[in-house]
C-alpha cells in the first residue's frame, strides 16, 4: 500500500507554529494549488489544502515560510475526526508533511536584522543554495532571456525534433 503526496502551491497566509504540551513544535498552513483546468467562465479554480509539519521541519517552515511563497510539499494524506462542542463528528483530511522546498527566494524579506545586504542560504528545489547567486545578479542585471519585443530569429539547426 502508498500513501504519497506531492503538491506545489502557495501559501494562503503565514504558518502558525505551536508546541505541544511536551515540547514538540507542529507547524500548520494552508497550500493554494491550482487546478489542471479552467471553469466554464475562464477562470481557474485552486484546492485550498492543509498542511502540517513536526519537529525541527515546523520550526524551520515557520522562520522562512510567508504568505504567497511558493512551495513544494511532500508527505502523506491522514483523516482524523474528533467529535466537536455539538456532538458532531467532524472530519478532517490534511497532508501531513516530511519534506518542503522553497521553491523562489524571499525577495522582500530581511529576515537579517536589519541588514538589508545580507543574503541568506535557502535552498531551492534543486537542493543548491541561493545565497551566492544574489551578489553575482546584482552585478549583471541584463537578463539574456528577456522580451525587448523583437523576434527570436532560431534556425532549424538549433530544434531538437
Known amino acids: 500500500m502508498l500513501n504519497r503526496v506531492i503538491l506545489i502551491g502557495r501559501l494562503t497566509k503565514d504558518p502558525e507554529l505551536r508546541y505541544t504540551p511536551s515540547g514538540v513544535a507542529v507547524t500548520q498552513f494552508t497550500l493554494a494549488v ?4 479552467t471553469a466554464q467562465g475562464g477562470e481557474r479554480e485552486a484546492d485550498f489544502i492543509p ?3 513536526w519537529r525541527q521541519l515546523a ?7 510567508r504568505k504567497g511563497r511558493l512551495t513544494a510539499v511532500e508527505g502523506r494524506i491522514q483523516v482524523r475526526n474528533y467529535e ?4 458532531k463528528r467532524v472530519y478532517v483530511t490534511e497532508v501531513i508533511a516530511d519534506n518542503v522546498r522553497f521553491l523562489e527566494s524571499s525577495k522582500g524579506d530581511s529576515g537579517s536584522a536589519g541588514n538589508s545586504n545580507a543574503t541568506r542560504e535557502e535552498p531551492s528545489y534543486g537542493g543548491e543554495t541561493r545565497g551566492n547567486q544574489t551578489s553575482r545578479n546584482k552585478n549583471n542585471n541584463q537578463d539574456p532571456f528577456s522580451d525587448d519585443g523583437k523576434p ?3 534556425s532549424d539547426d538549433d530544434l531538437p525534433f
Open 84 to 87: 466537536n462542542n455539538e456532538g
Open 59 to 65: 520550526e524551520t517552515c515557520a522562520n522562512y515560510l
Open 34 to 37: 491550482d487546478r489542471p483546468f
Open 152 to 154: 527570436i530569429d532560431i
Open 51 to 53: 498542511v502540517v509539519t
